[in-house]
């Protein structure tokens, strides 16, 4: 939404500490017209504070900005931590700091185009974090959700911004907001329909064990794939040593 509106405010000659104003507001509205959920709050509440962090001049760093928004919303609200939604949006959202921008390199040195590899590590990281806690809760592991994300990624732009401004189009003639919904209903037709047609296919869910013995397996699983990366690693570099010797 920020991405949509800050360059229409430029476009109509807002600077400045104005410009910020513009941005606190869309978050607060977007927020209010979407429905304060855990993962929504979330997002709001990183998005204001670099918003305030570009305001009085300092640069917002991934990590920082969502310990310091996780942890005032725990403050404000502890029974956050028993809700799945924002467990998963943390995850989600420290995958794309930890693991995406590595990924994203891995792949563009392999000669992965920029967006495709920007949009696999992305996608790949996110679902490597939020794994663990999803396993818990659903008993199962799902292969192509990797895939089914990449395609539903193209729907999610058009579907969110189409769709607050049907709400905000209803508010003041409500034709025109239905007008705008119609528009909206696409976009959102093929999330669904990526999701119901990649539900279908084989292989499409593994089961897994439930609750924490899931989730601790899978994390011990990580843990063997890295020690292996690892001493992959260290095995290639000690043959370029040995062959530079």
């Given at each position: 939404?920020?991405?949509?509106?800050?360059?229409?405010?430029?476009?109509?000659?807002?600077?400045?500490?104005?410009?910020?104003?513009?941005?606190?507001?869309?978050?607060?509205?977007?927020?209010?017209?979407?429905?304060?959920?855990?993962?929504?709050?979330?997002?709001?509440?990183?998005?204001?504070?670099?918003?305030?962090?570009?305001?009085?001049?300092?640069?917002?760093?991934g990590?920082?900005?969502?310990?310091?928004?996780?942890?005032?919303l725990?403050?404000?609200?502890?029974?956050?931590?028993r809700?799945?939604?924002?467990?998963?949006?943390?995850?989600?959202?420290?995958g794309?700091?930890?693991?995406?921008?590595?990924?994203?390199?891995?792949?563009?040195?392999?000669?992965?185009?920029?967006?495709?590899?920007?949009?696999?590590?992305?996608?790949?990281?996110?679902?490597?974090?939020?794994?663990?806690?999803?396993?818990?809760?659903?008993a199962e592991?799902?292969?192509?959700?990797?895939?089914?994300?990449?395609?539903?990624?193209?729907?999610?732009?058009?579907?969110?911004?189409?769709?607050?401004?049907?709400?905000?189009?209803?508010?003041?003639?409500?034709?025109?907001?239905?007008?705008?919904?119609?528009?909206?209903?696409?976009?959102?037709?093929?999330?669904?329909?990526?999701?119901?047609?990649?539900?279908?296919?084989p292989?499409?869910?593994?089961?897994?064990?439930?609750?924490?013995a899931?989730s601790?397996?899978?994390?011990?699983?990580?843990?063997?794939?890295?020690?292996n990366?690892?001493?992959?690693?260290?095995?290639?570099?000690?043959?370029?040593?040995?062959?530079?010797?």
């Open positions: 939404m920020l991405a949509a509106a800050m360059p229409l405010a430029r476009l109509v000659g807002v600077r400045g500490r104005f410009l910020t104003v513009v941005g606190l507001a869309v978050v607060l509205a977007f927020t209010v017209l979407a429905r304060p959920e855990p993962s929504m709050v979330r997002a709001s509440v990183m998005a204001l504070l670099a918003l305030l962090l570009a305001a009085v001049g300092r640069r917002a760093r990590i920082p900005l969502l310990c310091a928004g996780g942890t005032l725990l403050l404000f609200d502890p029974w956050l931590a809700s799945y939604g924002f467990a998963l949006s943390l995850s989600a959202t420290a794309l700091f930890l693991l995406a921008p590595g990924w994203q390199r891995a792949l563009a040195e392999r000669g992965v185009p920029h967006r495709v590899a920007e949009s696999l590590a992305c996608t790949a990281a996110a679902e490597a974090f939020c794994l663990p806690v999803l396993v818990s809760l659903t592991i799902t292969p192509l959700s990797i895939p089914a994300n990449l395609l539903a990624e193209v729907f999610v732009g058009p579907a969110t911004v189409l769709g607050a401004t049907a709400l905000l189009a209803a508010a003041v003639w409500p034709p025109l907001g239905r007008a705008v919904a119609w528009l909206a209903q696409w976009p959102t037709d093929g999330i669904v329909a990526v999701a119901r047609s990649g539900a279908r296919l292989g499409a869910a593994v089961p897994w064990a439930a609750g924490l899931g601790v397996t899978l994390l011990a699983a990580y843990a063997a794939i890295f020690l990366l690892a001493a992959v690693g260290a095995r290639k570099n000690a043959r370029k040593n040995t062959h530079k010797n």
